[in-house]
């Protein structure tokens, strides 16, 4: 394909995000469209890049408003693993959708990337064959795969190099594009042929003081006097540095472009999806730290070079579709990392809740870039040039002898100028101001525990530890409301009843059903010289009541209780066992109990009553009777949950839903972890979405019984409303 083949947005701007190195779905599709859509637009965001999990709604909602979405694929495995299992269809899920940009996984030089973090001597060779299998899996589902990343450009990391000595060369230019990680630090644009870099040109006593003026947590010159900058700027000065023989720099495209040509004969995309200046960065002491200011004034000037508006610096080439920074949102977006709060453009550390480059970019007035001809082959004389920082296009004429881009689609409806026609002063939207980290609406999380009147409900966040509680009414209701986006546990005071990842967004209202178990357990461990695993049970006040042990690969045995009385009146052993996850359980008795066996070592599993009897088979009715088949364990808190894979996708579908609501009054929601306290959950949608195999997997184990439903969603849905069993297979005629 040649450049021009590459779909672009309409009005593209060459403006992009790095969403959040978080998973998209953290926040709610109603608070994407009313706070954050907004924001991108008066940005001038035309390409957004993200985690592949979770971002269909995300990728839906920027193509419906002409955004180029930027699909991170995450491997499953660190390199050299391939990237997670059943991503074909992920990838077809996606491009149904619309999207056509898949990055393939982490920056290639990154450590944290690569088995035990280490990178091997011959990474690059590693990764050829995995590197090509997945762009066959993305080029074949008519995708535009995009190679990793990688901070340094010397040869050991030539990717499409190795690539194409392995005989692929064809492959890349069928469709291959390069992703760039944009390493600028507190590096000038025009770095490595600025001034102080060839020259080292001397500091001023004003722009010194000039710098040090701006308020800030940082010191603007890592503390260093005028004299020690000077000093430095004279030790470091290099005349002949070129974006070849540097590591660093906004310009290091140029470099990585002359080499894709030098293999391929011609230009592919570059797409800069990641990196940017970060408020803080101070890595050459030659220049000042990026404070909030100069990380703006460097946002702007990078943002006119792509969209060829800037009095100072040239246009990007075509080649540079766009430059992604990072990061939009951290805490904001629902990633709780606190490393990387402070990449973050929205958040509660700076004032008003978001850095001035949000009001500077969005002040900008934005244009469509008009783009250069395809640059050609690299000749001898065009690397040459290059080499000595200055590129040439293939026909002898600088590239930067651009056409002055037209002016594109007039300036978003959000840009609302103020006062006098004469003064542009641009404003942030209602929508995100005064205080866009103000998390409105709240979140709530309701439900109702069945037996529990009176008891103690507690809340946690897991972000940072903090909880607060709720005593059930004699209505056996319970209500948290105000809550701030994350990820939360829910567990019942003096039981082993708990909820873990409950995820709230901005605005969502969460309902839980709930039964008061009547049983609570006590687990303890100790060491033995036994050469297995062994569980011994008690369940106090019932002899003779059947407890069985199990996991997902054996069906288990099974130990009546009383049958050690050596231990005490109640006490049962289940050995012997190998090491593992294993699901405890005395008849009757939910939920079920999760086991982490280990080799010689004696787990004691001690049962008492909570506040009231649960009718439980006598001992004599204990067996199953022959031909019988053996009740699955259940961990059941309510009876019936329509699990939802995926958003309903019509009015049919939403109107078929509501009459099976009306009909079978099950609980429902998107939580698998709210599920897994069903005796039955219905799931819509494929395995594909949100409820993935292993989640189906995962609830079985808890002892639900499962049904899911993919296709004719609508038509099977209603005539379970109608007639059916909801748990049953339709095999009928359900148009009849």
């Known amino acids: 394909m040649d450049l021009h083949e590459f779909p672009r947005p309409e009005g593209d701007t060459g403006i992009g995000i790095h969403w959040s190195f978080g998973e998209p779905a953290a926040t709610g599709l109603r608070r994407l469209r009313q706070r954050w859509l907004p924001l991108l637009k008066l940005l001038g965001v035309k390409w957004v890049r993200f985690r592949h999990a979770g971002g269909e709604a995300l990728a ?6 002409d955004i180029m979405p930027i699909v991170q694929l995450r491997r499953f495995a660190p390199y050299p693993g391939r990237p997670a299992e059943g991503l074909e269809e992920v990838i077809r899920g996606y491009i149904a959708l619309g999207v056509r940009y898949f990055e393939l996984g982490e920056r290639l030089d990154d450590p944290h990337a690569w088995q035990e973090a280490h990178i091997p001597s011959d990474a690059v060779s590693l990764l050829v064959e995995p590197l090509r299998a997945d762009l066959e899996i993305v080029l074949e589902a008519g995708g535009l795969p995009g190679l990793p990343a990688c901070l340094q450009m010397n040869e050991q990391w030539d990717m499409v190099g190795a690539l194409c000595r392995a005989g692929h ?64 700027r004279q030790r470091r000065r290099d005349p002949d540095a070129t974006v070849v023989s540097i590591s660093a720099g906004w310009r290091r495209y140029e470099a990585l472009d002359l080499r894709i040509r030098r293999h391929l004969g011609r230009s592919i995309p570059i797409l800069g999806t990641s990196g940017g200046p970060r408020v803080g960065d101070h890595f050459d002491p030659r220049y000042p730290a990026i404070s909030p200011r100069r990380h703006a004034e460097q946002v702007l000037a990078m943002a006119q070079a792509l969209m060829g508006t800037s009095g ?4 990007a080439p075509g080649y540079l579709f766009c430059a992604a920074f990072s990061v939009l949102g951290n805490y904001a977006l ?52 290059v080499m000595s920082g200055v590129a040439v296009s293939a026909g002898g004429s600088r590239t930067d002898d651009f056409v002055e881009p037209e002016v594109g689609r007039p300036l978003y409806e959000l840009l609302r100028p103020l006062g006098d026609a004469e003064e ?13 980290f103000a998390f409105w609406p709240p979140a709530s999380l309701q439900g109702k525990l069945k037996g529990g009147a009176g008891r103690k409900v507690l809340l946690s966040l897991a972000r940072d530890g903090s909880w607060q509680e709720f005593v059930v009414g004699q209505d056996e209701s319970f209500a948290f409301r105000n809550l701030r986006p994350g990820v939360y546990a829910l567990r019942v005071d003096g039981t082993n009843l708990e909820i873990s990842r409950i995820t709230l ?49 054996w069906e288990g045995m099974e130990r009546l209780t009383g049958s050690k009385p050596a231990l005490g009146p109640y006490y049962c052993e289940l050995a ?35 506040c009231r009897e649960e009718p439980l088979p006598a001992a004599s009715e204990a067996s199953v009777p022959a031909g019988e088949a053996e009740p699955a364990p259940s961990t059941a808190g309510l009876d019936l949950y329509l699990l939802l894979a995926r958003p309903l996708a019509s009015k049919e579908e939403l109107s078929a839903v509501l009459r099976f609501l009306q009909r079978h009054t099950p609980a429902c929601g998107f939580s698998v972890e709210e599920a897994s306290w069903a005796r039955r959950v219905l799931i819509v949608g494929g395995a594909n979405l949100r409820v993935t195999e292993d989640d189906e997997q995962f609830l079985r184990q808890r002892g639900c019984q499962v049904r899911r439903v993919t296709e004719r969603v609508a038509e099977t849905l209603a005539f379970l409303a109608r007639q059916g069993d909801p748990m049953s297979d339709v095999t009928v005629d359900i148009t009849a």
């Open 424 to 436: 542009e002063n641009y404003v942030i939207p209602p929508t995100f101001a005064p205080e866009p």
């Open 576 to 610: 012997p066992l190998a090491a593992g996850r294993y699901w405890l359980q005395p008849r009757g008795i939910t939920p079920a109990v999760e086991l982490e066996l280990e080799t010689d070592a004696v787990f004691e599993v001690v049962f008492t009553p909570i």
């Open 505 to 553: 967004a901005s605005g969502d209202e969460k309902y839980l059903e709930l039964e008061m178990p009547a049983w609570r357990w006590h687990i303890t461990r100790r060491p033995a010289n036994l050469g297995f695993a062994m569980v011994l049970c008690s369940v106090e006040g019932r002899a003779g009541l059947p407890v069985r042990i199990w996991n997902d690969v």
């Open 169 to 232: 060369a064809e492959l890349l230019r069928a469709g291959v594009w390069q992703a760039y990680y944009m390493h600028v630090g507190n590096l000038p644009l025009e770095y490595p042929d600025d001034p102080v870099n060839l020259m080292g040109q001397a500091l001023s006593a004003y722009e010194y003081e000039e710098a040090l003026a701006e308020e800030w947590p940082g010191h603007t010159w890592g503390g260093l006097r005028r004299q020690e900058v000077n000093q430095e």
């Open 334 to 385: 629902g990633h709780f990392e606190p490393a990387f709060e402070e990449w973050a453009w929205v958040s509660p550390r700076w004032e008003r809740g978001r850095l001035p480059v949000v009001e500077a970019l969005g002040a900008e007035p934005k244009r469509a870039r008009l783009l250069a001809e395809p640059i050609g082959p690299a000749s001898a004389e065009e690397a040459a040039a």
């Open 312 to 315: 100072e610096h040239r246009p």
């Open 60 to 65: 839906e909602l920027l193509l419906e408003n």
